[in-house]
């Protein structure tokens, strides 16, 4: 029988999961890293190495494909033998304030790597602050785990490069990049899912994994989970209900405006748009716990509208679909009663959801047909029905969310 593999490495830990030929799960692993805020490309390998250990002799033995999806903007710079010349850079650092003041004179108006925590400015941060006399190349997190399992580096996929500056709609890197001190360090782009290469006999011995098996170009953690959820169609979107809501919609067209926190992942032959609100189930808990929300919700008419205008964020500042740092949260009047305070706030989250559906539309995404819910929030059924009304399409509950999953669709059948 043959076998997929599907590996996440997310912001806490690494996840594993094997489907089948008919899609069917398998297999499933995962590990928590010591800790989640100095993780380090050790604690990487280690996980890596212990969850192809842990795989069952029968799965490995009849491993066709693996993919890799791992955190976006994560780098390192390493040297011939895949040896890291410098610890990684995170993807929340944000040291490389001034290289990205740099690149705002150099890139496109509103590029997506005119922010210090972008793939390009931790490029120009590293080669600015390393010895570079052994470096060989600079990888995102996937790529070098990818290589790892094949000794071939200096391959990326154009999910994990968005965020370095590659060009998804001409498939290169631009001229002003490539013009850049150490640019011959950036690697080879190819389309997530391709095959790459197999995986080295070293390891296909050492994990006693079928050595034909083929290493696939990766992607990042958040378009895995999109894969997870089945959505291919577009005008398909799916609204993550997370501690922030993220919205992510397929489109024919490519949507970019950096004002508004907005821009589109290459998709196969359709684009991925997005953006992310700063609200979300983070404000929902500043006021009640989970059994306060699910007791309460209960009382609530989700086909009735609230009389209270509320724009719940958990402090200042708005992302997507406003952008205005230095937005205040919109929380009062509050009724002595908290079924209607509940109400508002469901109301308000659900509206901000809408709205972003509406600014991706109005920017020239295809028009929205479907909604897709994963996280936290789906649990709510109440919101949901609210959710629904409000944005007129149908809404559901994705079955499958992990982004391992989604990496093994992937592995197994690209984008």
């Known amino acids: 029988m043959d076998f997929y593999l599907g590996l996440d ?30 993780q380090s490309h050790l604690n990487w390998r280690e996980a890596l190495h212990t969850l192809l250990k842990r795989l069952p002799a029968t799965v490995a033995a009849e491993l066709q494909s693996i993919a890799i999806a791992a955190t976006s903007a994560t780098v390192l710079l390493c040297d011939e033998e895949l040896e890291p010349t410098t610890p990684a850079l995170l993807y929340f650092d944000s040291r490389a304030q001034a290289e990205s003041e740099q690149l705002k004179q150099l890139a496109p108006p509103d590029h997506i790597v005119c922010s210090a925590s972008s793939g390009l400015a931790k490029f120009l941060w590293l080669t600015r602050h390393t010895e570079l006399s052994n470096v060989a190349y600079f990888l995102h997190q996937a790529d070098w785990l990818a290589a790892l399992l094949t000794g071939l580096a200096g391959v990326s996929d154009y999910h994990n490069a968005l965020k370095s500056g590659y060009d998804a709609e001409r498939l290169c890197w631009p001229d002003w990049i490539k013009s850049l001190p150490h640019a011959h360090f950036l690697p080879q782009v190819v389309a997530p899912g391709v095959g790459i290469t197999n995986i080295s006999s070293f390891v296909a011995q050492h994990f006693k994994i079928n050595p034909a098996c083929t290493v696939h170009a990766g992607t990042t953690d958040s378009i895995a989970a999109f894969i997870a959820s089945g ?11 997370g501690t922030t809501i993220v919205l992510k919609l397929l489109s024919e067209q490519r949507v970019e405006a950096a004002q508004y926190g907005i821009y589109s992942h290459r998709f196969g032959d359709l684009w991925l748009a997005g953006g992310a609100s700063n609200a979300g189930g983070g404000v929902l808990r500043q006021y009640f716990g989970d059994l ?5 919700s209960q009382h609530i008419d989700p086909a009735t509208d609230s009389r209270l205008d509320y724009y719940p964020l958990p402090r200042p500042g708005e992302r997507f679909p406003i952008n205005d740092p230095t937005k205040v949260p919109l929380l009062t009047p509050r009724p002595a009663d908290d079924v209607l305070f509940l109400h508002g706030l469901l109301q308000g989250l659900s509206r901000i959801e809408a709205a972003g559906y509406t600014k991706l539309t109005e920017l020239g995404s295809s028009s929205l047909k479907s909604v897709t819910t994963v996280g936290g929030g789906t649990k709510n059924k109440v919101w949901g029905k609210i959710r629904e009304r409000l944005l007129d399409v149908p809404l559901s509950v994705a079955k499958h969310t992990e982004s391992a999953r989604g990496a093994a669709l992937l592995a197994k059948r690209g984008l």
Not at 12 to 28: F, L, N, P, Q
Not at 231 to 241: I, P, R, Y
């Open 292 to 296: 306060q929300i699910d007791a309460l």
């Open 9 to 38: 490495f997310g912001t806490s830990g690494a996840r594993v999961c094997v489907v089948d030929i008919a899609e069917t799960i398998i297999h499933e692993d995962h590990i928590c890293y010591p800790n989640a805020a100095l």
């Open 231 to 241: 959505m291919h169609e577009a005008g398909s979107a799916v609204t993550s209900l």
